[in-house]
């Protein structure tokens, strides 16, 4: 079954252990393929590295930035407050007595880089995702039990679907399907 490029989400293998899985991805990647996507119904220890994931995901920075802007807020609020909107001088303290804002700038924070962290991880995964191409590939439910796919994806610049479609029936698959838009 031939279908065109700008109608296909990809083209998925189905493999019946983690090992050919693994092998699969590594080949894929070693053939020059970058947009590869694997499912599996757990963790497999070396897949990110053999799919060419990375530790920079962006997150850090996300957070960072939560934190920062926690910190900022919860401080100034604390200043305004304190020696501007509403200035009580008790027992000759200052107005900016900032020893006295430290546990509330650090819990707001906590707080805000804790939220940031949330979002920016939802954000980044696409999430969340009631609906995904793959859903429709027979026999797709198995990769919550016992099967295990790897997707070429029709975004990736080497993706040619015939070509793709080879490559996968070459690593020795059960099945390879083609997987619409």
Same mark, same amino acid.
Not at 149 to 169: N, T, V
């Given at each position: 079954?031939?279908?065109?490029?700008?109608?296909?989400?990809?083209?998925? +293998?189905?493999?019946?252990?983690?090992?050919?899985?693994? +092998?699969?991805?590594?080949?894929?990647?070693?053939?020059?393929?970058?947009?590869?996507?694997?499912?599996?119904?757990?963790?497999?220890?070396?897949?990110?590295?053999?799919?060419?994931?990375?530790?920079?995901?962006?997150?850090?920075?996300?957070?960072?930035?939560?934190?920062?802007?926690?910190?900022?807020?919860?401080?100034?609020?604390?200043?305004?407050?304190?020696?501007?909107?509403?200035?009580?001088?008790?027992?000759?303290?200052?107005?900016?007595?900032?020893? +006295?804002?430290?546990?509330?700038?650090?819990?707001?924070?906590?707080?805000?880089?804790?939220?940031?962290?949330?979002?920016?991880?939802?954000?980044?995964?696409?999430?969340?995702?009631?609906?995904?191409?793959?859903?429709?590939?027979?026999?797709?439910?198995?990769?919550?039990?016992?099967?295990?796919?790897?997707?070429?994806?029709?975004?990736?610049?080497?993706?040619?679907?015939?070509?793709?479609?080879?490559?996968?029936?070459?690593?020795?698959?059960?099945?390879?399907?083609?997987?619409?838009?």
């Amino acid at each position: 079954m031939s279908v065109e490029r700008s109608e296909l989400y990809g083209v998925i +293998a189905e493999f019946t252990s983690p090992e050919e899985l693994l +092998a699969a991805a590594r080949r894929a990647r070693a053939a020059g393929y970058r947009r590869l996507t694997a499912y599996s119904p757990f963790p497999i220890d070396d897949l990110p590295e053999a799919l060419g994931y990375s530790e920079g995901t962006g997150i850090r920075p996300i957070v960072l930035a939560g934190g920062i802007l926690g910190a900022l807020s919860g401080y100034l609020l604390q200043w305004w407050t304190a020696a501007v909107d509403y200035p009580i001088n008790v027992g000759g303290r200052p107005y900016n007595s900032w020893q +006295a804002f430290i546990p509330i700038t650090f819990e707001l924070m906590v707080l805000f880089a804790s939220l940031f962290a949330l979002v920016g991880l939802l954000a980044l995964n696409g999430l969340p995702m009631p609906y995904h191409p793959v859903f429709n590939v027979p026999g797709f439910d198995g990769a919550t039990r016992d099967r295990f796919f790897l997707c070429i994806e029709a975004r990736d610049p080497r993706f040619e679907p015939d070509a793709a479609r080879r490559f996968l029936a070459s690593l020795r698959p059960i099945e390879v399907s083609d997987v619409p838009a």
